[in-house]
């Protein structure tokens, strides 16, 4: 195959984002917009790419790291200035530029492939990528002759009203012969209506030196959406989040509602999972096998192992261990380690613990800077006291232990292996294996005390 390289045209100032950051470095499920572009090279073979930045030029750098080339183009004057700003980098290669913008993020690896192949049976020097739609305002305008070959594009502030009534219209997306581009680039003017380089006019300029352009029309339009603003950042994000659930469908996960659930790029999910609605999967959260992910839980940088329930919990970069069932209502917080078999039931916190396995922690309980053995029971509302107001401190609690309800273990504290612990006790000191610990007052009653105090309720 031809030597091939991306161009990805990221220079843009974006202004009706209305942000503080490049528009390209906004996500959609999870991913910055213009990864998406670049992944699409990439699954169409393309290692090599160059991003031509300016607005916010060291964000979008940051956001892709150095295995890219990065041209600056200090002023916008236009797509084909753009492209002019490569061309020390272009001449040094031959065969095909494919370019793309970094603001389309649905643009297909597949799609990138079948215009290569195009562009090469038809022997074009030029192909750009368009699509039929209903409302073509805005864009640049395919105008062909009456046998069907291209003449050139017009833009929409350019065009005629004939023109303007052509459904055809360009992606701005193009695959280029890098020798007759380098060519074309040298006689673009700047005479129309706004006053830039076009690098649309390159194919009425190669056509007048009498070479072959053709146009590939994508089979879905919405591959050449673009963001402009968070209005279109969300539409492009809605149909993001439906191609990755159908992906996800296609390889053996059930997922309830799809339109209700939010699974970002890079997740991974195992076979015979069941996803519930408004359940949000973010990051590089993994899940495996035969896991129920209940309704409206949250699960960011996560492991999650085989055979898991989890229902409406939040769970932040923690993993959790086969067998495990998580909620209702639990929060697991960074940096937890949850073994298998684990029981964290209603209302617990977890936060940097890590619990053994078949360990239970069944109801209203804080468990932070913990460990916690295996097979031990932590009756409903156990309490680490972990903070003295200045530091944290670890609660260490061994196998078989059994811990009352309503128990504050104050930290630093040891609990060992096989011992048991009183409901209601404050434990400020190491429980010795095997042994009970109680620390609590005695209970009194007072013998006829609402008698002679008059204390009656009726
Ligand atoms: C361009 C096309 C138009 C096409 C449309 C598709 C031209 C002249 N027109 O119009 O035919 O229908 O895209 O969306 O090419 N950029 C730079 N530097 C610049 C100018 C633009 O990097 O000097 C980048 C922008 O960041 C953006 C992309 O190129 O990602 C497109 O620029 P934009 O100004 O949006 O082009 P349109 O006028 O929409
Ligand atoms: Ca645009």
């Known amino acids: 195959m031809e030597q091939i390289m991306v161009l990805i045209l990221a220079a843009g100032e974006g202004k009706r984002m209305k942000s503080k950051y490049s528009k390209v470095v906004h996500k959609a499920c999870g991913k910055p917009i213009i990864k998406w572009v670049c992944n699409a090279a990439k699954e169409a073979g393309i290692e090599e790419a160059t991003v031509i930045i300016g607005h916010q030029a060291e964000q979008v750098r940051e956001c892709l ?27 040094k290669r031959d065969g095909l530029v494919f370019i793309l913008y970094g603001d389309t993020p649905l ?49 929409h502030k350019d065009a005629s009203p004939e023109e303007l009534k052509i459904k055809e219209i360009n992606s701005g997306m193009y695959c280029f012969s890098i020798k007759h581009l380098l ?8 005479n129309n209506n706004q006053g830039e380089y076009y690098l649309t006019d390159t194919l009425e300029i190669l056509i007048n030196k009498g070479f072959k352009v053709g146009a590939y029309v994508v089979e879905d339009p919405e591959e050449i959406l673009g963001v402009n603003d968070r209005i279109q950042l969300y539409q492009v994000s809605q149909i993001l989040r439906k191609r990755i659930c159908i992906r996800h469908m296609k390889e053996g996960v059930t997922i309830i509602d799809p339109s209700n659930t939010y699974i970002d ?23 495996g096998e035969d896991c129920v992910i209940g309704p409206n839980s949250r699960i960011i940088n996560s492991k999650v192992g085989n055979n898991v329930q989890i229902q409406n919990s939040v769970i932040i970069s923690s993993s959790i261990g086969d067998g495990a069932s998580i909620g209702p209502f639990a929060y697991i917080r960074p940096e937890s380690v949850i073994g ?44 680490t006291v972990n903070y003295n107001g200045k530091e ?67």
């Open 107 to 155: 643009i297909t690896g597949d799609t990138i492939s079948k215009t290569i192949d195009y562009h090469i049976t038809q022997g074009y020097v030029v192909t750009v990528v368009t699509a039929e739609v209903e409302n073509p305002a805005g864009y640049g305008r395919i105008v062909r002759d009456s046998k069907g070959n291209v003449l050139k594009i017009v833009e």
């Open 183 to 190: 060519l074309a680039l040298k006689e673009l003017k700047n």
């Open 340 to 383: 298998e078999n684990v029981k964290i039931g209603d209302f617990v916190e977890v936060k940097k613990s890590i619990i053994g396995n078949r360990t239970k922690i069944p109801h209203h309980s804080y468990i932070g800077d913990a460990e916690i053995g295996e097979n031990t029971n932590i009756g409903c509302g156990v309490i």
């Open 392 to 458: 944290k401190n670890k609660t260490i609690i061994g196998n078989n232990a059994f811990v009352g309800c309503n128990v504050n273990l104050v930290a630093p504290v040891k609990v060992s292996d096989n011992s048991y612990i009183a409901a209601g006790s404050t434990i400020t000191e190491t429980v010795p294996e095997y042994s009970l610990a109680i620390a609590r007052e005695r209970q009194i009653n007072k013998e006829n005390w609402v008698i002679k105090k008059g204390m009656h309720r009726r």
């Open 65 to 91: 790291g150095e295995d890219y080339n990065y041209v600056y183009q200090y002023q916008q004057l236009g797509t084909g200035h753009a492209v002019m700003q490569a061309e020390d980098i272009l001449s």
């Open 265 to 287: 790029a890079e997740v991974k999910i195992g076979i015979d999972t069941v996803i519930y609605p408004e359940v949000i999967l973010e990051g590089n959260t993994v899940i």
